[in-house]
C-alpha cells in the first residue's frame, strides 16, 4: 500500500531552470495538496485541486503552476526557479474535504543554487 | 485568517513521563483538527482526527481533545519512550477551501 509518493526525493537546481515534481496517490483521493515547508513558517498550502481537472490557489502560489490531469496525479511546475523557492515540499491527499484524514508524502528536499 | 499555534516549541522529558502538547487555534470554525508527527527528514504521518463534533479521539498511548470553545486541542502522550521523539505538529481543517492550517509544532525528546 503505497498512499502518497512524491518525486524525486531530493533536486539541486541552477537559478532558471524549470522542473516539475510529481505526487501520486493509489487511495482513490479527490482532493490533492502541495505544500512547502520552511523553517520558522511551518508549511503554508502552494496550491490545491478538488478533483480531477481543477486546480485552485493556496496561501503561497506564486512562482508555481499545477495539474492534475488524472485523478491519481497531481503536479507541481517550477517554471524558472528562484533561490526563494529552496524548501522541502510536501503533497498530500484526503477523499474528502471534511470529515477525513489528509495523508502525506515523504517529501521533496529541493534546493535553488 | 485561521491561526494555530503550538505551545511549548520544544519539550525534554525523561523516559516513563507524561505528557501533554498543546494547540490553540483562533477560528472556532472548524471541521476537524488532525494531529500529525514529522521525524527528520521525513513526512507527515497522521496520528489522530478529532470531528468537530467530537471531545476526544484515542490510539494506544495516544489521546487527543477538541474543545471548539476555548480554541483549543491538547495531545496527550502516556508513558513516553525514546521512540517517540518527534516533531508533533497540530492543523485545523476549515475556512472556505476546507485548508489545513498547520501550527509550527513541538519538538518532543524523551530521555532514556
Known amino acids: 500500500n503505497a498512499g502518497v509518493t512524491q518525486t524525486p526525493k531530493f533536486r539541486v537546481l541552477k537559478t532558471g531552470q524549470s522542473m516539475t515534481l510529481l505526487c501520486a496517490q493509489d487511495?482513490?483521493?479527490?482532493?490533492m495538496y502541495w505544500y512547502r515547508q520552511d523553517p520558522g513558517m511551518g508549511l503554508r498550502l502552494i496550491h490545491y485541486?478538488?478533483?480531477?481537472?481543477?486546480?485552485a490557489k493556496g496561501e503561497v502560489p506564486d512562482g508555481y503552476n499545477v495539474s492534475r490531469l488524472k485523478k491519481q496525479n497531481f503536479l507541481l511546475g517550477l517554471e524558472s526557479a528562484a533561490p526563494s523557492q529552496t524548501s522541502v515540499y510536501f503533497c498530500a491527499s484526503s477523499y474528502g474535504q471534511v470529515n477525513t484524514e489528509a495523508f502525506f508524502g515523504q517529501g521533496t528536499r529541493l534546493t535553488v543554487v | 485568517k485561521q491561526e494555530v499555534t503550538q505551545i511549548p516549541a520544544a519539550l525534554s522529558v525523561p523516559e516513563g513521563e507524561n505528557l501533554v502538547l498543546n494547540c490553540s487555534f483562533t477560528?472556532?470554525?472548524?471541521?476537524?483538527l488532525q494531529w500529525f508527527r514529522q521525524d527528520p527528514g521525513k513526512g507527515l504521518t497522521s496520528l489522530l482526527l478529532i470531528q468537530s463534533s467530537q471531545r476526544e479521539q484515542t490510539s494506544g498511548r495516544l489521546n487527543a481533545s477538541l474543545d471548539k470553545s476555548s480554541g483549543r486541542s491538547t495531545l496527550y502522550i502516556a508513558a513516553s519512550q525514546p521512540g517517540d521523539s518527534a516533531t508533533y505538529l497540530c492543523?485545523?481543517?476549515?475556512?472556505?477551501?476546507?485548508?489545513?492550517?498547520f501550527g509550527k509544532g513541538t519538538l518532543l525528546t524523551v530521555n532514556p
Open positions: 485541486s478538488v478533483g480531477e481537472g481543477t486546480t
Open positions: 487511495m482513490n483521493h479527490e482532493y
Open positions: 492543523a485545523g481543517r476549515g475556512g472556505s477551501n476546507y485548508k489545513l492550517t
Open positions: 477560528d472556532s470554525a472548524i471541521y476537524n
